[in-house]
């Protein structure tokens, strides 16, 4: 190989960078967010979340029940009879501009407890998860009094309700993803974030309260999985959100069948990461880095499957097994740390359980990455070689940093591999042929394609799947329609 | 059968078949079901359409995709007017058609003109819509961002029941116009154009397996054009004993995409409009970064 390895580390130990953690609120216990207030849940559960870091539990947070939906549905009805729609549209933006705002004030005291409650690494949440919480905001605020621009010939009319239920890899981000829009577009709503990541949502839920949003136009409810069930189920809910697995999508989908209610799903994904012989193979190698370990690799969109062409595969292979040694896994806080934690023990055990059925199935594993902190939930940096499509490694979402490895020779085996997936959320493409990204970008089947580069997200880029990674699409003006019902215009 | 003799000369009557992959079998079933005008004389022995005989339409279907979605703009709007102007040419056949199955002249002959104008208003979105729907994406970071609609893929149709003709041309020419292929189950009281339109499409330059026609129940049918793994979107247009609710819950197993088009007035304009595409169609989203 001509190639020589690349130095990163210079020589030098990397002392610990923690983020500070003392300007931050918590509170022992969290109501549910209904009506404009925190009130106590119907029948008095709750239960911790938990710092996946330490295996502490962070606070306590209400289970909704039942009579707890209905409560705060009805409260997002009355908000959306009452004033919401009769307030003017550029005053429903002002309320979201002023949101953006104050989630811009409060961007580290938000970054801290999304590390805290989920484990990502703080460098993630401040640059990432909640600067793009923000301008989410910020750009849906715009579009509430120009929603006639957006659909020619139609009348965009509000839906109601909206019931959103949002997963645990970026709770604020998809909090944001789903209240923006639904806000902008004039209806109220009901959100249940994840059980494991609750507090970002509830810290949300403080803020719109101070921002002076009339009451009951945002609602928050926390609990496990029969909470969104009871949600979704709910007779006055208009809209139906939802981001998570594709089999609970699908449950949703059914359950929906015969009502009238509107529904977008954001699903599962196994994208493929195609790297050509004439890509900068370097910035591939970085690429593919960010592809599958960005956020512990508990992303939908990951480059969770690796095509390199065969006659760089050696090269890249190790190119990338030479950078995994650098990633260091541990402290979410610190700000050195490249993998954070998994999120919660249930998800460790998945994914630990698809480790081992990459090794029965005969893939060759290989983990990089700094040794692991003895309590909390930590996978290191995992690649398969040796892998064949049909291997369950290859064809289902594993959510963790684990990386399936394939070659081929020609485009077309590429992107007869790629599409080769029940999924089509998104796909990544690497090389300096402008032609050739455009056949492939053009050919791959997934709602989102990375042209030499890999997960990057916008609030105007619109983002959603082909296939069964789902329905409808989430950001930029395509994102309207969501939370809209198109009437013959005038 | 079908064409009643007149004095002078016994009319050949046509064997009515179903369309798949761009050929005319009869069903594989063998079955048939017998199609009576008023006087409750038989006009066609109809092919009761089978499970497999839609499997088959799949197929074909799924095998015309790749071409079809990537045929130009340009290509595929002159292929739909060209239906259009194959439909004229045998208007009155249209005519005489529509009337055996009971609808009055002068609303068949209304039904036949307003499917042909149908077929050329669609023609004229195929390299239109894209320009309404797409967009330039002005992200914060430096990449070039842009979104492009693109096909669904295979589209399974079930034909309204009320309107022969012009409520099957309503529902294939958005949908093809966009580049998907489809598997349309015709009106099961009124099968004839659907059969006839076949052949329009078969002498129009539409390549075999863009759309496949079949005749049958849709009671029997509705359930496997629901569930069937490799159809990505369902149209239906009745609701008849709670189907839609059925075809809904089938439709979970791959997420398909569910337009449901019920209770329409099929001469209505309102049936003409770009948002009739963009039901079949997919938004795609493209990054490259701007650098060196």
């Given amino acids: 190989m001509s190639s020589t390895k690349l130095s990163f580390d210079g020589g030098w130990e990397y002392a610990p960078a923690p983020q500070d953690t003392s300007h931050i609120s918590l509170d022992d216990r969290y109501g549910l967010f209904i009506g404009g207030e925190f009130v106590e849940p119907s029948d008095g559960r709750y239960f911790d979340t938990i710092n996946p870091a330490t295996e502490q539990s962070l606070a306590s947070v209400a289970s909704a029940g039942d009579k707890d939906i209905d409560r705060a549905v009805r409260a997002a009805r009355k908000a959306y009879e009452g004033p919401w729609s009769k307030m003017s549209a550029g005053d429903r933006g002002k309320y979201l501009f002023r949101i953006a705002r104050m989630l811009q004030e409060r961007s580290r005291e938000f970054a801290v407890i999304e590390s805290l409650d989920g484990g990502k690494p703080i460098r993630e949440s401040r640059d990432i998860d909640i600067p793009l919480s923000a301008a989410h905001f910020f750009y849906y605020a715009g579009w509430a009094d120009k929603l006639d621009y957006a659909f020619p010939g139609r009348d965009a009319r509000p839906l109601g309700v909206a019931g959103q239920v949002i997963p645990w890899n970026f709770p604020l981000l998809m909090a944001a993803w789903k209240i923006a829009p639904a806000l902008a577009c004039g209806n109220t709503v009901v959100l249940k974030p994840a059980e494991t990541t609750p507090l970002t949502a509830?810290?949300?839920?403080?803020?719109?309260?101070?921002?002076?949003?009339?009451?009951?136009?945002?609602?928050?409810?926390?609990?496990?999985?029969?909470?969104?069930?009871?949600?979704?189920?709910?007779?006055?809910?208009?809209?139906?959100?939802?981001?998570?697995?594709?089999?609970?999508?699908?449950?949703?989908?059914?359950?929906?069948?015969?009502?009238?209610?509107?529904?977008?799903?954001?699903?599962?994904?196994?994208?493929?990461?195609?790297?050509?012989?004439?890509?900068?193979?370097?910035?591939?190698?970085?690429?593919?880095?960010?592809?599958?370990?960005?956020?512990?690799?508990?992303?939908?969109?990951?480059?969770?499957?690796?095509?390199?062409?065969?006659?760089?595969?050696?090269?890249?292979?190790?190119?990338?097994?030479?950078?995994?040694?650098?990633?260091?896994?541990?402290?979410?806080?610190?700000?050195?740390?490249?993998?954070g934690a998994i999120n919660s023990k249930a998800q460790l055990e998945r994914i630990e359980s698809y480790l081992g059925l990459g090794r029965e199935e005969g893939a060759e594993m290989y983990q990089g990455g700094s040794a692991t902190p003895e309590t909390g939930y930590w996978c290191r940096p995992t690649l398969f070689t040796g892998v064949s499509q049909s291997n369950r490694i290859v064809q289902e979402e594993i959510f963790g940093p684990v990386l399936a490895i394939q070659t081929f020779r020609t485009l077309e085996e590429a992107l007869t591999k790629a599409n080769n997936t029940p999924y089509g959320l998104s796909g990544g493409v690497w090389t300096d042929k402008g032609a050739k990204i455009f056949k492939m970008t053009q050919q791959v089947r997934a709602g989102v394609v990375w042209a030499n580069t890999f997960n990057k997200f916008d609030p105007t880029s619109p983002f959603g799947g082909y296939k069964e990674s789902g329905v409808g699409r989430e950001g930029g003006l395509h994102g309207l329609s969501a939370y809209v019902s198109l009437e013959a215009g005038q | 059968?079908?064409?009643?003799?007149?004095?002078?000369?016994?009319?050949?009557?046509?064997?009515?078949?179903?369309?798949?992959?761009?050929?005319?079998?009869?069903?594989?079933?063998?079955?048939?079901?017998?199609?009576?005008?008023?006087?409750?004389?038989?006009?066609?022995?109809?092919?009761?359409?089978?499970?497999?005989?839609?499997?088959?339409?799949?197929?074909?279907?799924?095998?015309?995709?790749?071409?079809?979605?990537?045929?130009?703009?340009?290509?595929?709007?002159?292929?739909?007017?060209?239906?259009?102007?194959?439909?004229?040419?045998?208007?009155?056949?249209?005519?005489?058609?529509?009337?055996?199955?009971?609808?009055?002249?002068?609303?068949?002959?209304?039904?036949?003109?307003?499917?042909?104008?149908?077929?050329?208003?669609?023609?004229?979105?195929?390299?239109?819509?894209?320009q309404v729907f797409s967009a330039v994406n002005p992200v914060s970071s430096s990449h070039f961002n842009f979104s492009v609609l693109e096909p669904t893929g295979v589209v399974g149709i079930l034909a309204p029941q009320g309107s022969g003709l012009l409520g099957l041309v309503s529902n294939i020419a958005p949908a093809i116009v966009g580049g998907n292929t489809c598997i349309a189950l015709a009106s099961e009281t009124r099968p004839l154009c659907a059969i006839s339109f076949a052949e329009v499409l078969e002498s129009s330059d539409v390549p075999a397996g863009v759309v496949n026609i079949l005749t049958g129940s849709s009671a029997e049918l509705a359930e496997h054009f629901a569930s069937h793994m490799d159809v990505n979107a369902i149209v239906y247009c009745d609701d008849a004993d709670g189907e839609g609710t059925q075809i809904q819950e089938l439709a979970a197993g791959n997420i398909k995409r569910v337009i449901a088009r019920v209770g329409l007035n099929w001469k209505d304009d309102s049936n003409e409009n770009p948002y009739l595409i963009a039901d079949t169609q997919e938004t795609k989203t493209t990054w490259h970064p701007i650098g060196r």
């Fill in chain 1, 202 to 339: 509830l810290k949300l839920a403080e803020l719109v309260r101070d921002a002076g949003l009339p009451p009951g136009v945002v609602n928050i409810v926390t609990g496990a999985g029969e909470t969104g069930a009871a949600l979704v189920n709910h007779p006055g809910v208009d809209k139906v959100a939802f981001t998570g697995s594709t089999a609970v999508g699908r449950a949703i989908q059914k359950s929906l069948a015969g009502t009238n209610k509107k529904y977008t799903l954001e699903l599962g994904g196994k994208a493929a990461n195609v790297i050509f012989a004439d890509a900068a193979i370097d910035q591939a190698v970085e690429g593919i880095v960010n592809g599958i370990f960005f956020n512990q690799g508990h992303v939908c969109c990951a480059g969770s499957r690796l095509l390199v062409q065969e006659s760089v595969a050696d090269e890249v292979i190790q190119k990338l097994k030479d950078r995994m040694q650098t990633l260091i896994v541990g402290d979410p806080l610190d700000k050195n740390t490249d993998i």
């Fill in chain 2, 1 to 130: 059968m079908s064409a009643k003799a007149s004095d002078s000369r016994l009319p050949v009557a046509k064997t009515y078949k179903i369309y798949i992959g761009g050929k005319f079998p009869r069903t594989e079933s063998g079955r048939y079901y017998a199609l009576r005008d008023g006087d409750g004389d038989v006009i066609a022995n109809v092919c009761q359409g089978s499970r497999k005989d839609f499997r088959e339409a799949v197929v074909a279907a799924r095998a015309a995709f790749g071409g079809w979605s990537s045929a130009s703009a340009y290509l595929r709007g002159q292929i739909l007017y060209r239906i259009g102007e194959m439909l004229e040419g045998r208007r009155a056949q249209f005519v005489t058609e529509l009337t055996q199955q009971g609808v009055k002249a002068k609303k068949a002959e209304a039904e036949v003109d307003a499917s042909i104008d149908r077929l050329v208003y669609f023609a004229g979105w195929a390299d239109k819509y894209q």
